[in-house]
């Protein structure tokens, strides 16, 4: 098993260093951040709407207004966004797949590695640029960076390019790829071991397994125990497939998410009680969030309706044009194609991102829906030439295009307010006390913000300066 690091005298005085800075920026903020931390444990929970945090901890930080600045609200561009504050035209994960010519990509998918305990390999080789891994290895080079996930591309787009090691879920169990160097067959063994073991007389479930198997890695790599900070994101990818399944408003929905307080404080109990660690930064955040809720519906006079991809592509039947889809979505250049797809009933707005234009007069903006101005922001902060569709889609709020035969009204991946709000909140040592800060903030910020509190220079985004919990805007003390 690792062992710890020697102590490291310029490493020492650095700390001292961010700690007196810290200090002075307790005075200014009212929330101490004096810690130098030990560890970051970076929770994900995938499709968590920010209303729906009930975990409120007695010290720290929570920002419920913090949006995703672009269209495509899936779980790998917010993965790849949420930990280097790029937009996906920037890093070129632009949705959880896409053709490249006649290709059709997975995310993360990458024949170039082996695969250790799965029959397919995975790594961010598509991610492009910098990340916070990159600058968190460059400044802290005996540190572990991990990240483990349900969904491989969760996993490594968390860890991005410096990862030293990430876990995903395969048909098979546990899974690595030898793109990691941390990665190897006893690991994967050990974890698949660990969560074959039941819970009663149930088997684990999708979260329960990514807890269970963060506590041993964090216990295997003696996470925290050394001179330099380490990093363990962990993304939780249950409430996604639950809710895809049944609804947000369904009692087996609102069951998980009254769970996940209690899983969330066993997990911090575990790593300050048993395996000893001081000094932790938790964060919890979302890759998306999630236009589900059918009394939002009522309150906007939508009705909420499931429409199969045979049902929104009838209008080009006529044509007898190539064309494919990653739904909504179309590629190829024809024009006509765009022009009648914009005469469906189910269609709000059509985008060519590569001439920046919609290809019809605008409707009046809906509560849901923002103008033509930023919407066309919104849609070209996810347009990466060589990956993205030509003919953007957008549905009307609450048309969900769902497979045939799903009885389910839910959906993700819109422009919508609701699929862009996520939560933000910060706690552990450090922070005094707990406030929540309503102003509406960006969620590029998330990356400068945890970096700028373990004393990591990360320059992304450069227009943003980190969220530190000033006493500005309507702060609500609780």
């Not at 707990?434 to 960006?442: D, N």
């Amino acid at each position: 098993m690792p062992g710890k690091s020697k102590e490291n005298l310029g490493f020492t005085m650095a700390r001292i260093t961010y700690t007196l800075a810290s200090i002075a920026l307790a005075l200014v903020t009212g929330v101490s951040q004096i810690f130098a931390y030990d560890l970051v444990v970076f929770f994900v929970v995938d499709q968590l709407r920010s209303e729906a945090v009930s975990f409120k901890p007695p010290n720290g930080v929570f920002f419920p207004n913090t949006y995703l600045p672009y269209s495509c609200t899936l779980t790998a561009p917010g993965h790849a966004t949420l930990l280097s504050g790029r937009l996906p035209r920037e890093h070129g994960i632009i949705a959880n797949s896409w053709f490249e010519g006649d290709k059709l990509i997975m995310a993360g998918e990458d024949t170039s590695t082996s695969p250790i305990g799965g029959k397919i390999g995975f790594s961010p080789h598509q991610f492009i640029g910098d990340h916070l891994s990159l600058y968190w290895k460059r400044r802290y080079p005996q540190s572990y960076f991990i990240s483990i996930s349900h969904k491989e591309r969760s996993a490594v787009f968390s860890g991005g390019p410096a990862a030293d090691l990430a876990i995903w879920a395969s048909a098979a169990g546990f899974a690595s790829s030898s793109y990691y160097p941390k990665a190897d067959k006893k690991i994967v063994e050990i974890l698949n071991k660990a969560s074959a073991q039941t819970t009663g007389n149930k088997a684990r479930s999708p979260d329960q397994k990514t807890l269970a198997a963060a506590k041993f890695l964090a216990k295997y790599f003696s996470l925290g125990k050394k001179e330099e900070p380490d990093f363990l994101a962990v993304s939780l990818s249950e409430l996604d497939i639950i809710a895809h399944k049944h609804g947000y408003e369904h009692r087996k929905t609102q069951e998980h998410l009254q769970k996940l307080p209690k899983a969330l404080q066993d997990f911090e109990s575990y790593m300050r009680k048993t395996l000893k660690i001081h000094n932790i930064l938790f964060v919890l955040t979302a890759d998306h969030g999630s236009t589900t809720i059918e009394k939002e519906a009522i309150v906007y006079s939508a009705t909420p309706k499931r429409i199969s991809p045979q049902e929104l592509y009838a209008p080009l039947g006529q044509y007898r044009i190539p064309w494919k889809t990653i739904p909504p979505h179309i590629y190829s250049e024809e024009e006509a194609l765009a022009l009648a797809l914009a005469e469906s009933p189910y269609v709000y707005r059509i985008y060519l991102p590569q001439r920046r234009q919609f290809v019809r007069p605008p409707h009046l903006p809906t509560a849901m829906l923002p103008p033509d101005s930023e919407l066309e922001n919104l849609l070209q902060a996810c347009y990466f030439p060589s990956r993205s569709p030509n003919i953007l889609v957008v549905l009307w709020p609450y048309i969900f295009l769902q497979d045939k035969g799903s009885d389910v009204v839910a959906g993700h991946g819109g422009p919508f307010p609701s699929d862009r709000r996520i939560p933000f909140l910060l706690w552990g040592d450090g922070f005094s006390h707990s406030i929540t800060i309503e102003k509406e903030t960006s969620a590029l910020a998330i990356a400068k913000t945890v970096a700028h509190l373990v004393g990591v220079t990360y320059p992304h985004p450069e227009h943003l300066a980190p969220l530190l919990p000033e006493k500005r805007g309507k702060i609500q003390r609780d």
